[in-house]
């Protein structure tokens, strides 16, 4: 008999003095996650991704703190499943014109034949089963076509924005390679924005 329990909590909205944090534990219960190693070792379980999840923190002069993603392969016979996620259904909110961060999804053998699960879940699970749990990015703080080019620049290079993101979030124009901004496409993409309002 074994028994897995396991709380995840994913980051910090956009702050007015700085982007929100990326991967955060909870500040009012005294929970971290578990490392992929430990948790193989001691669980019937391969954990197959774990990692932050791109363009999903919310769009702002601060942008929102990015969601992760946890997928686990079941490998015991069978087992009862019980999932409590939040934040399926309403995003986590922007303040102050920032815009919201995604929606949190979980996911029964991702693939063809996947398995939407809703929020509050109770199944049981067959060897080989796979659960994917990508959960809800933070809320961005402030306009994003405020924020500095230079600083989509560097989420770009860091993977936590991609081109056409940045392109449509923040109306920041990279050119390819994802290194370098088109200054020129930048301001015109960012004037048309400011004369459409």
């Known amino acids: 008999a074994f028994v897995f329990?396991?709380?995840?909590?994913?980051?910090?909205?956009?702050?007015?003095?700085?982007?929100?944090?990326?991967?955060?534990?909870?500040?009012?219960?005294?929970?971290?996650?578990?490392?992929?190693?430990?948790?193989?070792?001691?669980?019937?379980?391969?954990?197959?991704?774990?990692?932050?999840?791109?363009?999903?923190?919310?769009?702002?002069?601060?942008?929102?703190?990015?969601?992760?993603?946890?997928?686990?392969?079941?490998?015991?016979?069978?087992?009862?499943?019980?999932?409590?996620?939040?934040?399926?259904?309403?995003?986590?909110?922007?303040?102050?014109?920032?815009?919201?961060?995604?929606?949190?999804?979980?996911?029964l053998n991702p693939g063809p034949a996947e398995r939407l699960l809703p929020a509050k879940t109770y199944l049981t699970l067959r060897e080989g089963d796979v659960l994917r749990h990508e959960l809800a990015g933070s809320g961005g703080w402030g306009n994003p076509f405020d924020r500095e080019p230079e600083r989509v620049l560097q989420d770009v290079v860091n993977g936590k924005v991609s081109p056409a993101a940045a392109a449509k979030d923040y109306r920041v124009v990279i050119r390819s390679g994802g290194q370098e901004i088109d200054v020129m496409g930048t301001a015109d993409e960012r004037g048309k924005c400011r004369v459409q309002k």
Do not use: H
């Open 5 to 107: 329990l396991e709380f995840l909590f994913c980051s910090w909205g956009g702050r007015p003095f700085a982007d929100g944090i990326d991967g955060v534990s909870s500040m009012v219960v005294n929970f971290s996650n578990q490392s992929a190693e430990v948790l193989e070792n001691e669980q019937p379980l391969r954990i197959e991704e774990y990692g932050f999840i791109p363009d999903s923190g919310g769009p702002g002069y601060n942008r929102g703190g990015l969601a992760i993603v946890r997928q686990y392969r079941f490998l015991e016979k069978e087992a009862v499943l019980q999932i409590r996620s939040d934040r399926t259904k309403f995003a986590p909110y922007g303040l102050q014109g920032g815009q919201s961060g995604r929606l949190c999804r979980t996911i």
